[in-house]
């Protein structure tokens, strides 16, 4: 068995009594960032080296060497600590990069889009490396900070979900967003089973096969044994609560501003019209902030349990179906009409990260003809919700099915065990 490493971003609010300080160092990162990034302007050629050999080679040419030898272009800040000005130096090259990776690409004509344009603002938030920080502990951290006159050490405490027993905490990112000030800190943990899921193929192991749905069980589970027979139906209720509170919200939204005291007729953009203006800009914003923290929060909720029940089977490996690349929804997770449309991308997202960290994998398959045919005889199934309806071929919603054989059963189960059935046929049997 072989161990690998799940890395995830914990991100905490600190408590301040200075913004004032985080603003100027933020101020002053950002100056030292753009200085270096206009020095590397001067030699597009640099680029060449290695990272490493970069950060050093604009140091050479800017702090003062320790036989006293002084720089071509000295950096025009004084006492900047070193980790300060390398994490800056870091930014600045990561920034050039970036902007000369995408214009390359532009003139191989690898890109169809407009010209790029350089950085309009040279700004990314600090990476506090070791030296910057330290004391980090369950309750504060001291944080090295520039007051405008000096560099000081200050405590400040901190909330948010506690980290795990046995994880490195990698250098956090100090991000300031209006008057919030957060650390996104780097998680990493070992993962002890990080085999591949060819090797699991080949190990013959049971797996677990999902189907993904827009009604009220937003996914379904069976468990796929070593010798094919599909088991353990699991269904995953939620999708109809989630509907429901999300039709709420989006009502909320076609009110227009509560409590506002603009003149009555200022016209705001509401509802589905608003969805085609930026959520940054939009009237109702913590109505759609909340919409997508809703999403989020069962997208999170199901794919635990997905992966739990995985763990519980004693399988090693979920499938889970390809779905279409959407880039809309995928952006705008509120647009799609069912909960499937836009949670179901990030079940499948969420399931492939927890999974990883249990020590399981996650990987797609497309899911061929899993919706349409009977798993027990391949028959064309026809769908219907309630017994009072004719069960229709074309009534894609229908949570129940039949086939001519006379088999029935939930519409949602036959997707995951034809699912699981496909995948056992493509990989199980070429592999055994
Ligand atoms: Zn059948």
């Given at each position: 068995?072989?161990?690998?490493?799940?890395?995830t971003?914990y991100?905490?609010?600190?408590?301040?009594?200075?913004?004032?300080?985080?603003?100027?160092?933020?101020?002053?990162?950002?100056?030292?960032?753009?200085?270096?990034?206009k020095?590397?302007?001067?030699?597009?050629?640099?680029?060449s080296?290695?990272?490493?050999?970069?950060?050093?080679?604009?140091?050479?040419?800017?702090?003062?060497?320790?036989?006293?030898?002084?720089?071509?272009?000295?950096?025009?800040?004084?006492?900047?600590?070193?980790?300060?000005?390398?994490?800056?130096?870091?930014?600045?090259?990561?920034?050039?990069?970036?902007?000369?990776?995408?214009?390359?690409?532009?003139?191989?004509?690898?890109?169809k889009?407009?010209?790029?344009?350089?950085?309009?603002?040279?700004?990314?938030?600090?990476?506090?490396?070791?030296g910057?920080?330290?004391?980090?502990d369950?309750?504060?951290?001291?944080?090295?900070?520039?007051?405008?006159?000096?560099?000081?050490?200050?405590?400040?405490?901190?909330?948010?979900?506690?980290?795990?027993?046995?994880?490195?905490l990698?250098?956090?990112?100090?991000?300031?967003?209006?008057?919030?000030v957060?650390?996104?800190?780097?998680?990493?943990?070992?993962?002890?089973?990080?085999?591949?899921?060819?090797?699991?193929?080949?190990?013959?192991?049971?797996?677990?096969?999902?189907?993904?749905?827009?009604?009220?069980?937003?996914?379904v589970?069976?468990?796929?044994?070593?010798?094919?027979?599909?088991?353990?139906?699991?269904?995953?209720?939620?999708?109809?609560?989630?509907?429901?509170?999300?039709?709420?919200?989006?009502?909320?939204?076609?009110?227009?501003?509560?409590?506002?005291?603009?003149?009555?007729?200022?016209?705001?953009?509401?509802?589905?019209?608003?969805?085609?203006?930026?959520?940054?800009?939009?009237p109702?914003?913590?109505?759609?902030?909340?919409?997508?923290?809703?999403?989020?929060?069962?997208?999170?909720?199901?794919?635990?349990?997905?992966?739990?029940?995985?763990l519980?089977?004693?399988?090693?490996?979920?499938?889970?179906?390809?779905?279409?690349?959407?880039?809309?929804?995928?952006?705008?997770?509120?647009?799609?009409?069912?909960?499937?449309?836009?949670?179901?991308?990030?079940?499948?997202?969420?399931?492939?990260?927890?999974?990883?960290?249990?020590?399981?994998?996650?990987?797609?398959?497309?899911?061929?003809?899993?919706?349409?045919?009977?798993?027990?005889?391949?028959?064309?199934?026809?769908?219907?919700?309630?017994?009072?309806?004719?069960?229709?071929?074309?009534f894609?919603?229908?949570?129940?099915?039949?086939?001519?054989?006379?088999?029935r059963?939930?519409?949602?189960?036959?997707?995951?065990?034809?699912?699981?059935?496909?995948?056992?046929?493509?990989?199980?049997?070429?592999?055994?």
């Amino acid at each position: 068995m072989s161990a690998g490493y799940a890395i995830t971003t914990y991100k905490i609010q600190l408590n301040y009594k200075h913004l004032d300080w985080f603003k100027q160092t933020q101020s002053l990162f950002d100056a030292v960032l753009a200085f270096y990034y206009k020095l590397l302007e001067k030699q597009p050629e640099a680029l060449s080296l290695t990272n490493q050999n970069l950060l050093r080679h604009l140091e050479l040419q800017t702090i003062k060497q320790r036989d006293g030898t002084p720089p071509e272009t000295p950096l025009p800040f004084e006492k900047i600590p070193l980790y300060f000005r390398r994490a800056a130096i870091n930014a600045a090259i990561s920034m050039y990069r970036s902007y000369v990776g995408k214009l390359k690409a532009w003139q191989e004509g690898t890109i169809k889009s407009g010209k790029p344009s350089p950085p309009k603002r040279l700004h990314m938030s600090m990476l506090y490396y070791k030296g910057m920080y330290k004391d980090f502990d369950e309750k504060s951290i001291l944080l090295k900070l520039y007051t405008g006159k000096t560099w000081a050490w200050v405590k400040h405490r901190y909330t948010g979900r506690p980290f795990p027993k046995d994880a490195e905490l990698m250098s956090p990112t100090i991000v300031i967003k209006k008057k919030k000030v957060m650390l996104h800190i780097p998680v990493k943990e070992i993962v002890k089973d990080s085999r591949t899921a060819k090797e699991r193929v080949r190990q013959n192991e049971k797996f677990v096969a999902v189907a993904l749905t827009g009604s009220d069980s937003l996914a379904v589970c069976t468990t796929i044994e070593a010798d094919g027979r599909a088991t353990a139906p699991y269904f995953i209720k939620g999708g109809k609560e989630l509907a429901h509170r999300r039709k709420q919200l989006l009502g909320y939204t076609k009110r227009g501003i509560v409590g506002n005291k603009a003149p009555r007729f200022m016209t705001h953009t509401v509802g589905n019209a608003a969805l085609s203006v930026p959520q940054e800009q939009r009237p109702n914003k913590k109505y759609y902030d909340k919409i997508t923290r809703l999403t989020d929060h069962y997208a999170h909720e199901v794919s635990r349990k997905i992966v739990d029940y995985a763990l519980k089977q004693g399988a090693k490996l979920i499938v889970l179906p390809e779905l279409k690349e959407s880039f809309d929804q995928a952006k705008k997770p509120y647009l799609g009409k069912t909960p499937y449309d836009f949670i179901g991308r990030r079940i499948v997202r969420y399931v492939q990260y927890k999974a990883w960290q249990k020590g399981l994998v996650a990987m797609t398959s497309k899911p061929y003809y899993v919706s349409t045919r009977c798993y027990h005889c391949d028959a064309p199934i026809a769908r219907h919700n309630t017994e009072y309806q004719n069960p229709s071929v074309n009534f894609y919603g229908g949570k129940n099915f039949i086939c001519k054989e006379g088999h029935r059963g939930s519409t949602a189960l036959n997707s995951a065990r034809n699912l699981g059935k496909g995948f056992y046929e493509r990989f199980y049997a070429g592999a055994a």
